[in-house]
C-alpha cells in the first residue's frame, strides 16, 4: 500500500474529528525515547487513537500497538546484553548485516502476528527500493516489515517481501506524518533524530553509509514536519550512538521529561 492506507477508518470505528496520532521517527538507539514520550503522554491522559513509525520508531510504535505497557517494552530490550542480541554478520553482497535475530525476538515479545490484531491501529513505513517510493503497511505481518523499515542501507541486508525489496523508510520519509495525516485530526510527531552539532570523520565503511543515511533524514524531515500539528523534538540525544543499547534508561528518561515539558505548553497554549 502506498500513500493511502487502505482500511485504516474502519478499523478506527471514528469519525476523523476524533482522532489522535503519533508519527515515531527513526533514529536508532535515540528512538528509546519514544517509550518515555509515549509514557509522557499516558501522564497527560492521552492515548493515540493511530500510529504510524519508521526504523526505530517502527518498533516502539508496533509493540505498543500490540498492546504492550511502556514498562512491558523497557524490559523488552533491557534483557539484551549487546548488540550482538539482534543482529549476525552476513557475507557483505547486499549489506553487513541481518536483522534475523532481531526478527526472532519482536516475534516472542509481540502478542499479535499480524497488523490487522494491533491494539491500536499501527502503520509501519518502509522504503520500496524497487521502485524508489514510500509505503506504509496496515496488514500483514508485523515482524518482516519492521525488519524492513529498520534495514539501514548497506549497514543492513533489505529485507523481501512478496518479491519486492524493502530498506529503511527514513531514506525517502524519516517521520512518517504523511502515512496517517488523512486520519486524524490532531497529529504529533515525535523527533529523535536531529543532527550533532559536531562531526568527525571515521575512515569506516559502516561510519560512512550510516553519516550518509544521516544525511538524507536530515533533509527529508522537514516535509513531514510540516504536516504535524505539534512536533516534539529531542535534541539532548544527538551524541547517542545508533547501535548503543545502553542508552535505554537514559532515552526513556529524556523522552518523558521532553515530553511532559512538551505538553505542558501545548495544552496549556490550547487553555488559552
Known sequence: MVWKIEGILDRLGLTKDDTVGMALSGGGAKGFSHIGV????????????????????????????????????????????????????????????????????????????????????????????????????????????????CSIPIIFQPVKINGVNYVDGGVLRNLPAWAIRDYCTTLYGLDCSPMKKTYHYKPSVIEIAYRSFHLMTKANTPQDIRLCDHVITIDSLSHIKTFELSALRHGVKVGYETGCRALEKILGDKRR
Not at 543482529?87 to 534475523?100: D, H, Q, V, Y
Open 38 to 149: 509515549l509514557k509522557a503522554f499516558e501522564s497527560f491522559g492521552i492515548r493515540p487513537d493511530i500510529l504510524s513509525g519508521v526504523s526505530a520508531g517502527s518498533i516502539a510504535a508496533s509493540l505498543y500497538g500490540a498492546g504492550l505497557t511502556t514498562d512491558d517494552i523497557v524490559q523488552c530490550f533491557a534483557e539484551a546484553s549487546g548488540f550482538s542480541d539482534f543482529t549476525e554478520w552476513a557475507i557483505p553482497k547486499e549489506g553487513f548485516l541481518k536483522l534475523n535475530r532481531f526478527g526472532k525476538l519482536l516475534e516472542s515479545w509481540l502478542p499479535v502476528r499480524n497488523l490487522e490484531d494491533m491494539k491500536i491501529p499501527t502503520v509501519i513505513c518502509a522504503t520500496d527500493f524497487d521502485h524508489g517510493k514510500s509505503v506504509g503497511w496496515s496488514k500483514g505481518e508485523i515482524v518482516p516489515r519492521v525488519m524492513a523499515s
